[in-house]
């Protein structure tokens, strides 16, 4: 029996991440299905009753693996016959060294065992340092097979894989698009979302003029940026505590959609915004905030806090570029991409 690893960042209270997993199972389980796989998946943090029941609803019987530094030469690692990395930002080290040195070990680990390894739908870097490039290099060369979720890792990806072991595919969120896309909006209606990163150094939160004036929502995407009550305290002080939560994929896309405009933080909070036909701004230095803008033709803006008189100039040129036509094109396209890439994975699973 085939048995294939899902590794990510999975277990964590992360929304785009479980995202991403999700729409992964949907999207593919079908092949892997039809090719005998069994699955399992890796989780950072012991899975409590109610995430095991969502997971088996979706993949009945998948195995969780815990993350660790021990995961390199663990059980669950090695009775795996195919090592996948269904979408994120694995490979990158904009805070620290750690997390990149981690995934490469686990893939490396898993290469040397002569058995097949994916990177699906990534997102790459940035990656700072010469040795740690030529590390990420070696190791992409090495991959059965590698897609880049936006045009700037593809480039990037270029250099170390071969043309006929690569392709450009979108967001993992693409392969299993949801029924609601494009409902119509309805409802109460508000000037802003805004999809923060509750924590020191957000563009956002650390401009002593945020919020605005105006009626706006707050979002935020990480679980143990809004339970932990130092950050919930910080944050209480300018803004509603009650719309600090942590939204289901669908309830979350139906709010976006009574906002004028989509400020965002983060990655998945530009994808959703993009899904729900919402204008966006993508907010920070981080290169995927930039690259997504620039495929959707939306603004960026890299400054390490935004003003209210900056915010204003955004909104102002995201409403103007705003088409849904195009919105539509671009996410027809995203998922034209997953239908190639379904071809190329039957051909090697």
């Known amino acids: 029996m085939k048995r294939a690893l899902l590794l990510g960042y999975f277990g964590a209270g992360n929304w785009g991440d479980e995202l991403i997993l999700e729409c992964f199972l949907r999207g593919y389980g079908d092949i892997l299905r039809e090719k005998g796989f069994e699955l399992a998946v890796t989780v950072k943090r012991p899975a409590n009753a109610a995430y095991r029941e969502h997971l088996g609803e979706l993949w009945p019987g998948l195995d969780l693996v815990q993350m660790g530094p021990l995961l390199p030469c663990s059980l669950g690692l090695r009775k795996s016959s195919h090592l996948i990395c269904p979408g994120g930002s694995l490979l990158q080290n904009r805070t620290s060294n750690r997390s990149l040195g981690y995934y490469l070990s686990i893939i490396s680990a898993f290469l040397r065992g002569g058995r097949a390894a994916m990177m699906l739908n990534q997102g790459l870097g940035p990656i700072r340092g010469e040795l740690w490039e030529a590390r990420t290099r070696e190791v992409l060369s090495q991959l059965q097979f590698f897609s880049a979720r936006d045009r700037r ?48 150094g957000s563009p956002l939160l650390s401009s002593p003029q945020f919020p605005p004036d105006g009626r706006y929502l707050v979002a935020v995407l990480q679980e143990d940026e809004w339970k932990q009550p130092r950050r919930i305290e910080h944050l209480g002080r300018r803004l509603d505590r009650e719309s600090l939560a942590l939204l289901n994929a669908s309830s979350f896309v139906r709010k976006l959609r009574q906002c004028k405009l989509v400020v965002s ?78 071809e190329r994975l039957i051909e090697l699973l």
């Open 265 to 342: 933080e983060r990655y998945h909070g530009l994808v959703a915004a993009l899904i729900a036909g919402v204008p966006f701004v993508g907010v920070g230095d981080d290169p995927k905030l930039s690259s997504f803008c620039g495929e959707c033709d939306m603004p960026a803006c890299t400054e390490r806090s935004v003003s209210v008189g900056t915010l204003e100039k955004l909104k102002k040129e995201a409403l103007e570029r705003f088409r849904a036509e195009v919105f539509r094109e671009r996410v027809a396209d995203f998922v034209d991409r997953h239908r190639r890439q379904r």
């Open 153 to 200: 890792s593809a480039m990037w990806a270029a250099e170390s894989v071969p043309s006929d072991r690569r392709l450009l595919t979108s967001d993992a969120v693409f392969a299993a698009l949801p029924d609601w896309e494009y409902e119509p909006a309805g409802g109460e209606s508000w000037d802003y979302c805004f999809v923060v990163r509750a924590q020191v």
